[in-house]
């Protein structure tokens, strides 16, 4: 089984301070992990993945997460906040290997900017 | 290029009636895959398809049905709907290497159809 913990339902940052979301996953297998971000009204978009390579995974909009597996986390951080970056992000979790490919959300995490 | 696409945009129906959603997924890409993110929830996944055939299915009642055609375009059929099926319904479409395998493979999302049972 797996699943992934977003341990913040709700975070608060001021433009241009720094943005952490936490994120703790569980799986059986080695995972692949995965942040998307959801702005109102729209689908979702990737913002980046892990799949077992580098550790340190940048993504788009200046976005990067850890995977640490001693501490099954996969935490994303940006340097600096901006107004854009308002929105519900999710971490989510599959299988690295085999034929499933289901992917198993976290419960969100609602950014908001303030200036 | 054209991303996933998915009809109609919203939808209002009343409990017991039927509906069909309806997905276009990325070119290049032949794997289908549904969710189901009621309000203030994370998606929840309903099935894929690959190849024509459902080849992965999450915690959903038989209400729930699908297909996929040559083309791999994709449909989601509800039957008998209940005022707990509304919710923002998402498509996925993604590219499985040769054999099926996921090692690789990433989903990307249409913009989702928001069903409304009254």
């Known amino acids: 089984a797996q699943s992934v913990t977003q341990l913040d339902s709700h975070v608060s940052v001021s433009e241009g301070t720094p943005v952490l979301l936490r994120c703790n996953y569980s799986?059986?297998?080695?995972?692949?992990l995965f942040w998307y971000v959801q702005h109102p009204n729209k689908g979702l978009q990737l913002l980046l993945k892990?799949?077992?390579?580098?550790?340190l995974v940048k993504g788009i909009n200046g976005f990067e997460a850890e995977f640490k597996k001693s501490e099954t986390s996969f935490h994303l951080t940006k340097p600096s906040a901006h107004m854009s970056d308002a929105a519900e992000y999710f971490c989510?979790?599959?299988?690295?290997?085999?034929?499933?490919?289901?992917?198993?959300f976290g419960t969100g995490t609602r950014l908001q900017v303030t200036l | 290029d054209a991303g996933v696409t998915q009809s109609p945009t919203h939808l209002i129906k009343t409990r017991g009636q039927q509906v069909t959603l309806r997905c276009s997924p990325k070119?290049?890409?032949?794997?289908v895959s549904w969710y189901q993110q009621a309000l203030g929830q994370g998606p929840q996944f309903i099935f894929q398809?690959?190849?024509?055939?459902?080849?992965q299915r999450g915690n959903f009642p038989d209400r729930f049905s699908g297909h996929q055609f040559p083309n791999y375009s994709s449909e989601l059929n509800v039957n008998a709907l209940l005022l707990g099926d509304s919710a923002l319904y998402l498509c996925?479409?993604?590219?499985?290497?040769?054999?099926?395998?996921?090692?690789?493979?990433?989903?990307?999302f249409g913009p989702g159809t928001r069903l409304t049972v009254l």
């Open positions: 989510v979790v599959r299988p690295y290997t085999g034929t499933a490919s289901k992917l198993t």
């Open positions: 892990y799949t077992s390579a580098a550790t």
């Open positions: 070119s290049g890409h032949d794997t």
């Open positions: 398809y690959y190849e024509e055939e459902e080849r």
């Open positions: 799986s059986s297998y080695s995972p692949s």
């Open positions: 996925a479409s993604s590219f499985l290497a040769s054999g099926g395998s996921s090692s690789t493979d990433t989903q990307y």
